[in-house]
Each structure stands twice: as structure tokens, then as C-alpha cells.
């Protein structure tokens, strides 16, 4: 359970003062993860609201993002960010990187709302970004250069899950069928119709599908800055 000690470290990143106050102190006894406490996390240039319930955005989550800005970007390309929660990928990625479009998409109410809210706190022109309500592919028109996913990939049995997160993060956004690999078999099977040629499908992946992953024609894995295979990217060519 998050501790008072964990708040202060986390409001010390931010240049906060180092005190808690009754209601802080109230979630913290409930057990509250400590970026919903401090309504907002803070990665690659953007500030992300959790104001409402939505997938706290990781560090695991920034790198993916920065690969992609420093292996695979280029100006003038299309981005589709599915799974978007609160719109971190999609926002960073084209607050870093201007010349790009991108569109975010979930099928949540909430992760729509939180998605507009932290487009609006981070961009003054909202030219070239777009938010759409679909179901995975279902409402999704057009083709993309990069498509990029953290889908939820927890097995609803994964005794690893924290305490916190299963209490308090919406399960919509962690758990998925087939051991956590539902929509991984999903997006495989459908993004190379909305991929252009020698487009990109990006995934943060579980590492505990590692397995799955080593079966997947042309599937580069990558590792995140913990030793974990994190990371897949699967080239047009390779998509069934």
C-alpha cells in the first residue's frame, strides 16, 4: 500500500512542499495509488489529469513513447494511439513531435473525457489531433503510418497484480481474455487494413506473453530500462 513517504518523494519530483494534508492523508489509508492522490502525473514534456478513471500512465509507457519519437517519427505522419486511457501516448508524442496527426482513440466514457481534458491542458492549437469513441478498430477510418497500443494485457488470475491498482484503476483498462491476450490477437489480426505500407503496429507489452510474442512472424522485442521484454513492433509486411 502507498505510504506517506511515497507521496512526499512524488510531490518532491514535482517541486511540491513536502507536507500532506487531512485529505491526502484520507486516500492514503485507503490505499489510493499515489498519482490519483496527486491528480496528475507529470512525463516527456506533457502534464496528464486523473481526474477521472483512467489507466495511470507508467514509466515503461515513456520510453515507449521516446522510441518511437527517436527510431520511428517522421515529419508528416499519421499516428493512430489505440487504447488510449488518458491520452498520454498520443499527447506526447505529437507535443514532441508538432508536424505529425494524431488520433486517440477508447471505447471508455472516461478515458474520452480524460483525453479531451488533457488535450485541451496541453495544447493551445489542436490542429492535427483528433479523438474517436470506437471499439479497437470498429470506428476507425483511414490509414496510418504508426499505429501504437497499451492495450490491457493482466490476466484477471495475475496474483503479481498490486492491491492498489486492482482496487482503484479501472479493470476495462488492465484485464483482458485469453490469459491477458485478447487484444493483441485482435489488433494483429486487424491493423494492416489501417496500416500504410511500411507503416508500424507499436504494443507495450506483459512480459509474462513473452512466449506468444516469440512466435509472431517478424516481431522486434525490445526491453525496457528494467531488463523486461517490454516492447513489441511489428512491421506491415509481417501482419497477417
Not at 489509508?29 to 499515489?34: E, L, R, T, V
Not at 518511437?68 to 508528416?76: A, D, H, I, T, V
Not at 501516448?89 to 505529425?100: C, R, Y
Request: include cysteine.
Amino acid at each position: 500500500m502507498p505510504t506517506i513517504e511515497d507521496l512526499l518523494l512524488e510531490k518532491k519530483r514535482y517541486g511540491l512542499e513536502s507536507k500532506v494534508n487531512s485529505l491526502e492523508l484520507e486516500k492514503l489509508n485507503q490505499g489510493y495509488p499515489i498519482q490519483y492522490i496527486m491528480g496528475y502525473v507529470e512525463y516527456a514534456n506533457v502534464r496528464i489529469n486523473l481526474n477521472h478513471k483512467v489507466l495511470i500512465p507508467r514509466y515503461e509507457t515513456e520510453e515507449l513513447v521516446y522510441i518511437l519519437l527517436n527510431e520511428y517519427l517522421k515529419p508528416g505522419m499519421k499516428v493512430l494511439d489505440l487504447c488510449t486511457g488518458s491520452g498520454f501516448i498520443g499527447i506526447a508524442l505529437k507535443k514532441n513531435f508538432d508536424s505529425i496527426n494524431v488520433t486517440l482513440s477508447d471505447i471508455d466514457d472516461e478515458a474520452i473525457m480524460q483525453t479531451n481534458e488533457n488535450i485541451a491542458l496541453n495544447f493551445e492549437d489542436k490542429a492535427g489531433i483528433q479523438v474517436v469513441q470506437s471499439d479497437c478498430f470498429a470506428g476507425i477510418e483511414g490509414k496510418f503510418d504508426i499505429i501504437v497500443s497499451n492495450p490491457p494485457y493482466l490476466d484477471y488470475e495475475d496474483k503479481d497484480v498490486g492491491e492498489s491498482v486492482r482496487k482503484f484503476e479501472p479493470e476495462i483498462a488492465l484485464f483482458a481474455q485469453d490469459s491477458g491476450w485478447f487484444f493483441y490477437e485482435k489488433l494483429l489480426n486487424e491493423a494492416k487494413q489501417y496500416l500504410n505500407e511500411n507503416g508500424i503496429l507499436a504494443f507495450e507489452i506483459n512480459p509474462k506473453h513473452i512466449n506468444r510474442w516469440r512466435q509472431i512472424k517478424g516481431a522486434k522485442i525490445v526491453k525496457d530500462m528494467s531488463s523486461k521484454e517490454r516492447f513489441a513492433f511489428i512491421s506491415y509486411e509481417n501482419l497477417r
